[in-house]
C-alpha cells in the first residue's frame, strides 16, 4: 500500500508495538481474530500514513542566510560601544556609578540610592545630570570625529 519498503516495515513495526500495547486486553470471545485485527490495524495505519503530508526532497540545498550580524553592522555596533564606554569613564565617579547602576546592572531606583546611600529623589537626580553630561560628551566626540 505504500509503495516504500522501508515505510512499509515502519507501519509493521508500528502494528505489532499496538498489538503488543494491546494484548492484555485481547479477548478471544470476540468475532475478530488476531490476524483480522492485525490487518486492520496495519491497513489504517497505511492510510493514514499516505494522507499525511511529506517533505519533498530535491538535490538542491537551499541557501541559507548568516545568522550572524553584518560586518559593517558589527564594526559600527563595536565603536558605538567603544565612544560611550569612553564618554562613561569621563563621568564624576557618584554619576558613573548612578548610571551603570541603572543601565548595565538594572537596578531600581530605591536599590541604586540604597547601594549609594543616598535618597531616591537625589539618586534621580544625579542620574538625569549623569545622562545630559553623557549626551554632551557624546556629541562633543562625534564633532570631533567629523573635523
Do not use: C
Amino acid at each position: 500500500m505504500t509503495g516504500d519498503r522501508s515505510q512499509a516495515e515502519d507501519i509493521a513495526q508500528e502494528t505489532f508495538l499496538r498489538f503488543w500495547q494491546a494484548a492484555p486486553r485481547w479477548k478471544t470471545d470476540g468475532d475478530a481474530s488476531i490476524l483480522t485485527w492485525l490487518r486492520r490495524v496495519a491497513t489504517r495505519l497505511s492510510i493514514d500514513d499516505r494522507r499525511r503530508k511529506r517533505p519533498i526532497y530535491s538535490d538542491t540545498v537551499p541557501d541559507r542566510t548568516d545568522p550572524a550580524p553584518r560586518a559593517d553592522i558589527e564594526i559600527v555596533r563595536t565603536e558605538t560601544a567603544q565612544r560611550v564606554q569612553a564618554a562613561i569613564l569621563t563621568l564624576p565617579e557618584r554619576q558613573r556609578a548612578a548610571l551603570v547602576l541603572s543601565y548595565y546592572q538594572h537596578a531600581s531606583q530605591a536599590d541604586g540610592a540604597a547601594a549609594l546611600n543616598i535618597n531616591e529623589k537625589a539618586y534621580e537626580s544625579l542620574l538625569s545630570r549623569a545622562r545630559a553630561k553623557l549626551k554632551t560628551n557624546l556629541l562633543d566626540q562625534k564633532a570631533s570625529l567629523s573635523i
